[in-house]
């Protein structure tokens, strides 16, 4: 029994050494390919995390930006906005279209950009021509950007829906009414309420179109000069009904 024993014992090691050898063997051989391996996905992995983490702050900063620009409210901020982050998200047309509508609303308020309340300069001709032509320039971007997707519905109507304000203060109707017409087509069929605004929109463009008659320097002096007369008989006889006794 005792050299069965033995026997046994000497077989085991005999194998463990074979193992630990066959192991050796393997660690000098392939060993070294396999941990390559191994550390590159452990770096891609952390290069991975690490690149999630970098895109979630970028976006963060993005999204600040906006609201400051939204605080600021000055056209500039908006376009540097569409020009560094427009890949993210909607940002992009929301830049724009920010943008565009502070040029728009200089011209609406005639007031410069930038005037407060203790600072409300008039537009000059050259800076309307000019704040018009930079918000033309950019709802245009924002309606050439338009692929038709559902998504971006409401972004092209509201480049469409600016580039007609912009025709209307040029006075150029005829534009005006086919940027309407074309937010009919635009958005009929998902947006009906914004159709029908934009039809009535159409509709009230002639009122736009009517000419007024504005009265001449001369008719303007006479009005001016004219003297009403009043009838004295009815001036007395009001008089003497105040001071008549009760």
Same mark, same amino acid.
């Not at 050299?3 to 463990?16: G, P």
């Given at each position: 029994?005792?050299?069965?024993?033995?026997?046994? $014992?000497?077989? &085991?090691?005999?194998?463990?050494?074979?193992v630990?050898?066959?192991f050796?063997?393997?660690?000098? /051989?392939?060993?070294?390919?396999?941990?390559?391996? #191994?550390? #590159?996905?452990?770096?891609? !992995? =952390?290069?991975? $995390?690490r690149?999630?983490?970098?895109?979630?702050?970028?976006?963060?900063?993005a999204?600040i930006?906006?609201?400051e620009?939204?605080?600021?409210?000055l056209? &500039?901020?908006?376009?540097?906005? *569409?020009?560094?982050?427009?890949?993210?998200?909607?940002?992009?047309?929301?830049? %724009? =279209?920010?943008?565009?509508?502070? !040029?728009?609303?200089? #011209?609406?308020?005639?007031?410069?950009?930038?005037?407060?309340?203790?600072?409300?300069?008039?537009?000059?001709?050259?800076?309307?021509?000019?704040?018009?032509?930079?918000? +033309?320039?950019?709802? @245009?971007?924002?309606?050439s950007?338009d692929?038709?997707n559902?998504?971006? /519905?409401?972004?092209?109507?509201?480049? %469409?829906?600016?580039? *007609?304000?912009? *025709?209307?203060?040029?006075?150029?109707?005829?534009?005006a009414?086919? !940027?309407?017409?074309?937010?009919?087509?635009r958005a009929? @069929?998902q947006?009906? &309420?914004?159709a029908?605004? *934009?039809?009535?929109?159409? +509709?009230s463009l002639?009122? %736009?179109?009517?000419?007024?008659? %504005?009265?001449?320097?001369?008719?303007? /002096?006479?009005?001016?000069?004219?003297?009403?007369k009043?009838?004295?008989?009815?001036?007395?006889s009001?008089?003497?009904?105040?001071?008549?006794?009760?």
């Amino acid at each position: 029994m005792d050299r069965d024993r033995l026997k046994d $014992i000497q077989t &085991a090691d005999l194998s463990d050494s074979q193992v630990n050898e066959d192991f050796v063997h393997w660690l000098k /051989t392939k060993g070294p390919s396999y941990l390559l391996v #191994v550390m #590159v996905v452990i770096v891609g !992995y =952390l290069f991975y $995390i690490r690149y999630q983490s970098s895109q979630a702050q970028h976006q963060g900063e993005a999204w600040i930006a906006f609201a400051e620009a939204r605080v600021s409210g000055l056209p &500039a901020s908006f376009e540097d906005i *569409a020009a560094s982050y427009g890949e993210i998200g909607a940002l992009r047309q929301l830049g %724009l =279209l920010g943008a565009a509508d502070g !040029y728009l609303k200089a #011209v609406v308020l005639n007031q410069t950009l930038g005037s407060d309340a203790n600072n409300t300069d008039s537009l000059t001709q050259e800076d309307r021509t000019f704040y018009l032509q930079k918000a +033309d320039a950019l709802y @245009a971007e924002v309606v050439s950007d338009d692929d038709s997707n559902a998504t971006n /519905t409401l972004f092209a109507v509201g480049g %469409l829906s600016g580039r *007609a304000a912009v *025709a209307e203060a040029n006075g150029d109707i005829e534009s005006a009414r086919k !940027y309407y017409e074309s937010i009919i087509t635009r958005a009929g @069929a998902q947006y009906p &309420a914004l159709a029908t605004q *934009a039809q009535s929109r159409i +509709d009230s463009l002639e009122s %736009l179109s009517a000419s007024i008659e %504005l009265p001449s320097e001369a008719e303007i /002096t006479a009005r001016t000069n004219q003297v009403l007369k009043r009838d004295p008989k009815l001036i007395d006889s009001d008089i003497d009904s105040l001071i008549a006794p009760r």
